[in-house]
């Protein structure tokens, strides 16, 4: 059994990434990143402290909307109509969940989709699902990337994602279906779902229950993907019980520790991408 070191893995991408934005900046090209964050759901609350902390490590300009339930719909959207034309903005999130008050859809399609970092509008994920990869979802990415660096071949590998959400289930199934991959999701309506992940060669699990998936999910010799951060009793835990699957897996992901520092990590490489792109346009221009 081989644990996925996630930490160590970002680290490695985020010094590259430092490379790089110290030659965008001698190009006069500072990456900037516009975040919206509506309401304040506490995982939300941490993962925009996260990912500003890790722009300001990496020198990313991150500039951080907050809007309140008191806010109206017309207030977010006009934020992110500016952000839209903004130069210095290479990539806009919308942190999602948006509370149930307002459309996060509708929110969410006035992010240019040049500007869709996090890959979760309509027409990045049309081009995903049509074998035109542009953006990638970000912890999709970030899951891909890990089983690279392991040297994980995915084609013809049947993969179990458990979770059908849009932020990865969805996204991450289109993903390795276009590298080869045959694909199966399961969500909560599936019946009998131990015997479907039981065949799996790789079981991704992102359904945000702590310790759910147990020995018995579990294929001799399986790869084991945890999406899930949960908290309990003050402790992060993922959705996978690591200490009765870690025997039987060959290769499995920690929590924390895991994919959370991947995902932004892939974010911010989108915003990075984007930078370059804009540097190339200057670079024409002169
Ligand atoms: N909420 C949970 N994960 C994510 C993410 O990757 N991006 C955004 N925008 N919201 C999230």
Do not use: W
């Amino acid at each position: 059994m081989k644990i996925i070191d996630g930490k160590k893995i970002s680290q490695e991408i985020r010094k590259e990434l430092k490379k790089e934005i110290e030659k965008l900046k001698i190009k006069n090209v500072i990456p900037g990143l516009g975040i919206i964050l509506v309401g304040n759901d506490p995982a939300s609350e941490i993962y925009v402290r996260n990912k500003l902390k890790t722009c300001k490590e990496l020198g990313i300009n991150a500039q951080l909307y907050r809007f309140t339930e008191n806010n109206s719909e017309e207030e977010i959207i006009k934020a992110i109509k500016e952000l839209n034309v903004d130069i210095n903005i290479d990539g806009i999130i919308v942190q999602s969940p948006v509370p149930s008050c307002f459309c996060e859809d509708k929110i969410i399609s006035y992010v240019d989709p040049k500007k869709d970092v996090d890959g979760f509008g309509i027409v990045q994920l049309g081009f995903l699902l049509s074998k035109q990869e542009q953006k990638l979802a970000a912890t999709p990415l970030g899951i891909l990337k890990m089983l690279e660096y392991e040297n994980i071949d995915i084609e013809g590998k049947h993969v179990v994602i458990v979770g059908d959400s849009l932020i990865v289930g969805r996204p991450l199934s289109a993903l390795l279906l276009n590298r080869g991959a045959t694909v199966t999701i399961a969500h909560k309506k599936t019946i009998n779902l131990k015997e479907l992940t039981r065949q799996a060669d790789i079981l991704i699990v992102a359904i945000g229950q702590p310790n759910f998936i147990t020995e018995e999910y579990v294929k001799d010799g399986a790869i084991v993907i945890d999406v899930g951060i949960n908290r309990v009793d003050g402790h992060l835990v993922g959705d996978v019980d690591f200490n009765r699957v870690f025997k039987k897996a060959s290769y499995i992901t920690p929590v924390p520790g895991g994919v959370g520092p991947m995902t932004i990590t892939m974010l911010l490489s989108n915003v990075v991408d984007e930078a370059k792109i804009r540097s190339e346009l200057n670079g024409s221009k002169n």
